[in-house]
């Protein structure tokens, strides 16, 4: 919940006006994750105080696959699309140099619009692979790279803010694209 990154990104998108809620987990598990995720979807689903139409999930890393799993999961049992996208930062596709076991299973009948944004250099994310799971989607999928960013979005010769800025700017154009939000 307070990874840097999930940070910048929360504040970035507040500051246009985007509610955002973010929660942790303590446990590694992906299946208590999503547990965790659809007791959150559930209550504002439910909220009388927020009355929302919908909303998009977002993780990174293990939390993006958390949040594709409950995206899979609604997608799934509800014809409302109460969820109307996925941010998906750090996607851990495969373990490192375990490429031949892919992490794709929920991805695969997403239905919703799904950005992943992933370092080109990712050791858990192989650029080639991630790209043939997206053609495999059901989804409309984008993939942003972050030319030679690692797993935790560290490049050589570039700022932890820089690379967040160009992060943020990206997700926040898909945002505008796919729910007409207007830049303040």
């Not at 995206?71 to 490429?99: A, M, N, W």
């Not at 800025?165 to 997700?171: F, L, T, W």
Request: proline content about 3%.
């Amino acid at each position: 919940m307070n990874f840097p990154h999930l940070v910048s990104l929360a504040a970035c998108l507040a500051s246009h006006g985007v509610l955002c809620l973010r929660f942790t987990c303590k446990g590694l598990n992906v299946a208590y994750r999503t547990k965790a995720f659809k007791a959150v979807v559930e209550y504002l689903r439910l909220s009388e105080d927020y009355k929302l139409s919908g909303i998009f999930l977002a993780g990174r890393s293990m939390g993006s696959r958390a949040a594709a799993s409950m995206t899979r999961q609604l997608s799934q049992e509800d014809d409302d699309d109460f969820v109307r996208g996925l941010i998906c930062l750090s996607y851990p596709l495969h373990r490192p140099k375990l490429q031949s076991k892919l992490r794709d299973e929920d991805l695969l009948f997403i239905r919703c619009p799904v950005l992943f944004v992933s370092g080109s250099a990712d050791e858990m994310c192989e650029k080639r692979l991630l790209e043939g799971v997206a053609r495999k989607m059901r989804a409309p999928t984008e993939i942003h790279w972050v030319h030679k960013a690692n797993h935790g979005m560290a490049v050589k010769g570039r700022t932890a803010d820089d690379v967040m800025e160009e992060i943020n700017g990206h997700v926040f154009s898909w945002l505008r694209e796919n729910i007409g939000l207007e830049a303040k």
